[in-house]
């Protein structure tokens, strides 16, 4: 852990001890400069015994290529830090614990989706279990509870928020500033800019390479600024293949590395058979909306605003289906009519919670066009609609709708204070 820096405490830490009580492997994964590392040199610091070795450390490296079994031998709990670097201890680990059926073995980190590396030979089914770590959340930053996606589910329509007295002004900024712990310690969005554009340089330069071999570099970087342009919109292949002058399987490919590399996310299309009419393509969002604001250039367009925006809100809603309660998927709603939801929540039970958002601060009967069209197909399944928007006030807009202050995100829970119940 870095001295001089504020620790700020991470919702997956509790996962991950959760799961090494009662599994062999656990990894965590997720995008460069999350902060991986050092989660997972805090929950070792609560290990009797642990050990700890980083692989960007060349001798470290050089140890565990040159005798990987004898570079696994512990007693207790090891740490290996950016496993992804030395491929062949992928297989080690699969035979040490194949033989030793003991929980809370191995505690790997690594900067991309492990089974999407090409030199990675083999996964661990039913020895590992991968917990995602994504950006900082606005109530980790904050030390809100981080509890929309639950307080929703159990609530529904009669969840409210705690008052802030955010601004419209104050969520672009937010947005802006993204999730990245180094971004975040950055008041100055100069400053700011300056990670990021060392953050790309340095995914390109080392994550894509992990993943496979690009030959035009300039390709990605291109496509990375028209994705930008299109943040929160539909993934129209053909369109990006045309303007880049390549074909659209090159684009799929390249689509596909970045989402392995944790930049994007791809939101899938949501139907059901009352839903017909639904459209099937995906939605792109960027991983950190702070990333997304500086390749797109900061929100400064008024055409970029509402994108970030709502880049912003799924970005906050995705980290949360990794720790909440309610087992749920993010999809996307849109459909031939022109009916569109933008982030919709189904559960396992198939109960729906759907949410739109306006990059606004007033809110019109309107803007629940599309949550009442989903309402009226569903009927009992539909738990709740909000309107998400950068307004003050929760406002009720008639049976299972409401409208409320987009820090709802953060600062709701089932049995959080403050949480109001109407």
Same mark, same amino acid.
């Given at each position: 852990?870095?001295?001089?820096?504020?620790?700020?405490?991470?919702?997956?830490?509790? #996962?991950?001890?959760?799961?090494?009580?009662?599994?062999?492997?656990?990894?965590?994964?997720?995008?460069?400069?999350?902060?991986?590392?050092?989660?997972?040199?805090? =929950?070792?610091?609560?290990?009797?015994?642990?050990?700890?070795?980083?692989? @960007?450390?060349?001798?470290?490296?050089?140890?565990?290529?040159?005798?990987?079994?004898?570079?696994?031998?512990?007693?207790?709990?090891? #740490?290996?830090?950016?496993?992804?670097?030395?491929?062949?201890?992928?297989?080690?680990?699969?035979?040490?614990?194949?033989?030793?059926?003991?929980?809370?073995?191995?505690?790997?980190?690594?900067?991309?989706?492990?089974?999407?590396?090409?030199?990675?030979?083999?996964?661990?089914?039913?020895?590992?279990?991968?917990?995602?770590?994504?950006?900082?959340?606005?109530?980790?930053?904050?030390?809100?509870?981080?509890?929309?996606?639950?307080?929703?589910?159990?609530?529904?329509?009669?969840?409210?928020?705690?008052?802030?007295?955010?601004?419209?002004?104050?969520?672009?900024?937010?947005?802006?500033?993204?999730?990245?712990?180094?971004?975040?310690?950055?008041?100055?969005?100069?400053?700011?800019?300056?990670?990021?554009?060392?953050?790309?340089? @340095?995914?390109?330069?080392?994550? =894509?390479?992990?993943?496979?071999?690009?030959?035009?570099?300039?390709?990605?970087?291109?496509?990375?600024?028209?994705?930008?342009?299109?943040?929160?919109?539909?993934?129209?292949?053909?369109?990006?293949?045309?303007?880049?002058?390549?074909?659209?399987?090159?684009?799929?490919?390249?689509?596909?590395?970045?989402?392995?590399?944790?930049?994007?996310?791809?939101?899938?299309?949501?139907?059901?058979?009352?839903?017909?009419?639904?459209?099937?393509?995906?939605?792109?969002?960027?991983?950190?909306?702070? #990333?997304?604001?500086?390749?797109?250039?900061?929100?400064?367009?008024?055409?970029?605003?509402?994108?970030?925006?709502?880049?912003?809100?799924?970005?906050?809603?995705?980290?949360?289906?990794?720790?909440?309660?309610?087992?749920?998927?993010?999809?996307?709603?849109? @459909?031939?009519?022109?009916?569109?939801?933008?982030?919709?929540?189904?559960?396992?039970?198939?109960?729906?919670?759907?949410?739109?958002?306006?990059?606004?601060?007033?809110?019109?009967?309107?803007?629940?066009?599309?949550?009442?069209?989903?309402?009226?197909?569903?009927?009992?399944?539909?738990?709740?609609?909000?309107?998400?928007?950068?307004?003050?006030?929760?406002?009720?807009?008639?049976?299972?709708?409401?409208?409320?202050?987009?820090?709802?995100?953060?600062?709701?829970?089932?049995?959080?204070?403050?949480?109001? =119940?109407?």
């Amino acid at each position: 852990m870095r001295e001089g820096f504020e620790y700020l405490a991470r919702r997956a830490s509790g #996962l991950v001890r959760e799961a090494l009580d009662d599994t062999r492997v656990v990894v965590v994964n997720g995008a460069r400069q999350t902060g991986k590392s050092t989660l997972a040199e805090v =929950v070792l610091r609560g290990v009797d015994g642990g050990q700890a070795r980083f692989l @960007d450390r060349p001798g470290t490296r050089a140890a565990a290529t040159g005798d990987p079994e004898g570079f696994l031998r512990h007693d207790g709990l090891l #740490l290996i830090d950016e496993v992804q670097r030395v491929p062949d201890l992928w297989l080690a680990i699969k035979h040490v614990v194949d033989r030793d059926p003991r929980p809370g073995q191995f505690l790997l980190t690594g900067s991309a989706r492990l089974l999407g590396l090409r030199d990675l030979p083999d996964a661990l089914p039913g020895r590992s279990e991968t917990i995602e770590l994504w950006p900082l959340s606005q109530g980790e930053i904050d030390g809100e509870p981080d509890g929309f996606v639950d307080a929703a589910f159990v609530l529904g329509p009669e969840l409210r928020a705690k008052a802030t007295g955010l601004t419209k002004r104050d969520y672009l900024a937010r947005a802006a500033r993204g999730g990245y712990p180094e971004a975040v310690r950055r008041e100055a969005p100069r400053r700011r800019s300056r990670f990021f554009a060392g953050y790309v340089d @340095d995914l390109m330069g080392r994550d =894509v390479r992990q993943v496979a071999e690009i030959t035009k570099s300039a390709d990605m970087r291109r496509l990375l600024s028209l994705l930008a342009a299109q943040t929160s919109g539909l993934l129209n292949m053909s369109r990006l293949a045309s303007e880049l002058g390549v074909s659209a399987p090159t684009v799929r490919s390249y689509i596909d590395i970045l989402e392995t590399v944790y930049l994007i996310r791809l939101v899938p299309a949501w139907s059901t058979n009352l839903t017909t009419r639904a459209v099937a393509t995906p939605k792109m969002m960027f991983v950190d909306s702070g #990333l997304a604001a500086h390749l797109g250039g900061d929100g400064a367009r008024p055409e970029t605003v509402g994108p970030l925006i709502e880049n912003f809100v799924l970005g906050e809603l995705a980290r949360q289906l990794t720790w909440s309660q309610a087992s749920a998927r993010l999809h996307h709603y849109r @459909d031939r009519d022109q009916y569109e939801v933008d982030a919709i929540l189904e559960s396992n039970a198939g109960d729906v919670v759907a949410v739109e958002v306006k990059a606004a601060e007033s809110v019109r009967g309107d803007d629940f066009r599309g949550l009442r069209h989903v309402q009226r197909r569903l009927g009992d399944r539909f738990l709740a609609g909000f309107v998400l928007y950068c307004g003050t006030e929760s406002l009720p807009f008639g049976d299972g709708l409401a409208a409320l202050p987009m820090s709802a995100l953060w600062t709701s829970g089932p049995e959080a204070p403050g949480t109001q =119940v109407s």
